[in-house]
């Protein structure tokens, strides 16, 4: 399973950026998607998730919304009002079950660099 991650780059402040991340490969079912962000000297942190329901940090409530494409298996990332704080390397992450089973296994984007400028 590879999860492809695109949609960063360099945004002023107050700015937008939407991020995109599809799922290929052996896949029978995928639970939750969702956002991490990591920043330098910091620990990977939960931006927001979608497994039916939605959950978004704190920090972003009301700024970023996440959505989901199940036909597509890809899950998007809306970022409005960007602050520099938001600068960080986002990594997208899925649960995936490969057969009827339903074992899932959390997979791991390879992560795409938002950086936000003042």
């Known amino acids: 399973v590879q999860l492809q991650a695109s949609g960063g780059g360099l945004v002023q402040a107050g700015g937008s950026l939407r991020l995109s991340c599809a799922a290929s490969g052996r896949i029978f079912a995928i639970n939750d998607m969702g956002w991490y962000r990591q920043a330098p000297g910091r620990q990977r942190e939960l931006v927001a998730t979608h497994g039916g329901r939605t959950n978004c940090a704190d920090s972003v409530k009301g700024r970023f919304t996440i959505s989901r494409d199940n036909a597509k298996k890809t899950v998007y990332l809306q970022m409005n009002s960007l602050k520099p704080e938001d600068t960080a390397v986002y990594y997208c992450?899925?649960?995936?079950?490969?057969?009827?089973?339903?074992?899932?296994?959390?997979?791991w984007g390879q992560g795409t660099l938002v950086t936000v400028s003042s």
């Open positions: 992450s899925a649960e995936v079950a490969a057969d009827w089973r339903r074992n899932y296994v959390n997979y």
